[in-house]
């Protein structure tokens, strides 16, 4: 059973239900959850051979609305999120710094339904620092900073980006052609595919329209779907474009009428939750 199912089963079970009344609106704690993991793959850092590190400590920003709706339930809700972003890492053999939390912060920027992550690295002699916001103070360990300081016996963290890389993150993204513990990525074109309830949808085409129609590439029987919804065009790279739909797409978060696709990312159309997926090989 997936990491995310099993937050999805634990979380049925709290609090006699309450969680499944205050998440009627488009915030659901399953999206939170996959932006975290997003959040984790995105900035890990290579340490060495068999160590990859990831941010332990995370904020999740919520439009003024969805904050005062879950607030009441910051505490039990980050720690099911945190124990969520443990049993990930532990798939993903990632490891940590120091202790996972996650905090829920109101962000008056943002509408009701959207939210946005933030995450740092740190260590576990510092973590009771307050948190830095948005990295706005430009110290490292700050939100959108490398951590101060790298784990013990580790080599030291890169002063410039590796070869083909670019800055970004807690470090930098890994050399092409390179995965987590130094294992060479398989050659051969890339695969692509989508996955809906559990189902996969391999895409062997240039283009992949969604929607209600029968005449749609892959149809989603979803009220809250038109008839031709979106479609995504694969290459490098892959993106997704609203085809003039009535309820419009929601994009790793955000709303949006066109946006770049990357492995995992999470697309929302109606009322059900899109998987894009790619990889090599």
């Given at each position: 059973?997936?990491?995310?199912?099993?937050?999805?089963?634990?979380?049925?079970?709290?609090?006699?239900?309450?969680?499944?009344?205050?998440?009627?609106?488009?915030?659901?704690?399953?999206?939170?959850?996959?932006?975290?993991?997003?959040?984790?793959?995105?900035?890990?850092?290579i340490w060495n051979r068999d160590r990859?590190?990831?941010?332990?400590?995370?904020?999740?920003?919520?439009?003024?609305?969805?904050?005062?709706?879950?607030?009441?339930?910051?505490?039990?809700?980050?720690?099911?999120?945190?124990?969520?972003?443990?049993?990930?890492?532990?798939?993903?053999?990632?490891?940590?710094?120091?202790?996972?939390?996650?905090?829920?912060?109101?962000?008056?920027?943002?509408?009701?339904?959207?939210?946005?992550?933030?995450?740092?690295?740190?260590?576990?002699?510092?973590?009771?620092?307050?948190?830095?916001?948005?990295?706005?103070?430009?110290?490292?360990?700050?939100?959108?900073?490398?951590?101060?300081?790298?784990?013990?016996?580790?080599?030291?963290?890169?002063?410039?980006?590796?070869?083909?890389?670019?800055?970004?993150?807690?470090?930098?993204?890994?050399?092409?052609?390179?995965?987590?513990?130094?294992?060479?990525?398989?050659?051969?074109?890339?695969?692509?595919?989508?996955?809906?309830?559990?189902?996969?949808?391999?895409?062997?085409?240039?283009?992949?329209?969604?929607?209600?129609s029968t005449d749609a590439d892959v149809r989603i029987d979803?009220?809250?779907?038109?008839?031709?919804?979106?479609?995504?065009?694969?290459?490098?790279?892959?993106?997704?474009?609203?085809?003039?739909?009535?309820?419009?797409?929601?994009?790793?978060?955000?709303?949006?009428?066109?946006?770049?696709?990357?492995?995992?990312?999470?697309?929302?159309?109606?009322?059900?939750?899109?998987?894009?997926?790619?990889?090599?090989?």
């Amino acid at each position: 059973m997936g990491v995310l199912k099993k937050f999805e089963q634990r979380l049925e079970g709290l609090v006699n239900g309450t969680f499944a009344k205050v998440f009627k609106s488009e915030v659901q704690p399953v999206e939170i959850a996959g932006a975290l993991q997003r959040e984790c793959d995105n900035n890990a850092t290579i340490w060495n051979r068999d160590r990859t590190v990831v941010p332990n400590d995370f904020i999740v920003e919520l439009s003024a609305p969805d904050y005062e709706r879950l607030s009441p339930y910051s505490g039990q809700l980050g720690d099911e999120l945190a124990g969520m972003v443990r049993d990930y890492a532990k798939q993903q053999r990632y490891t940590f710094m120091g202790p996972i939390k996650v905090h829920l912060e109101k962000a008056d920027d943002l509408d009701t339904g959207l939210y946005r992550v933030r995450s740092r690295t740190l260590a576990s002699s510092t973590n009771q620092q307050a948190p830095a916001q948005g990295g706005a103070t430009g110290r490292p360990g700050g939100y959108g900073y490398p951590p101060a300081a790298p784990p013990a016996g580790a080599p030291p963290m890169p002063s410039a980006p590796p070869p083909g890389g670019r800055p970004g993150g807690y470090g930098y993204p890994q050399p092409a052609g390179q995965r987590p513990g130094g294992a060479p990525a398989s050659g051969g074109r890339t695969r692509y595919w989508i996955e809906i309830n559990g189902t996969r949808h391999q895409i062997s085409r240039p283009t992949l329209v969604l929607g209600r129609s029968t005449d749609a590439d892959v149809r989603i029987d979803d009220p809250g779907v038109s008839r031709r919804h979106c479609e995504i065009r694969t290459g490098t790279p892959s993106t997704i474009q609203d085809l003039g739909s009535t309820n419009g797409i929601v994009v790793d978060g955000q709303h949006t009428t066109r946006a770049t696709l990357r492995d995992g990312s999470r697309i929302v159309v109606g009322s059900t939750t899109v998987i894009y997926r790619q990889a090599e090989g």
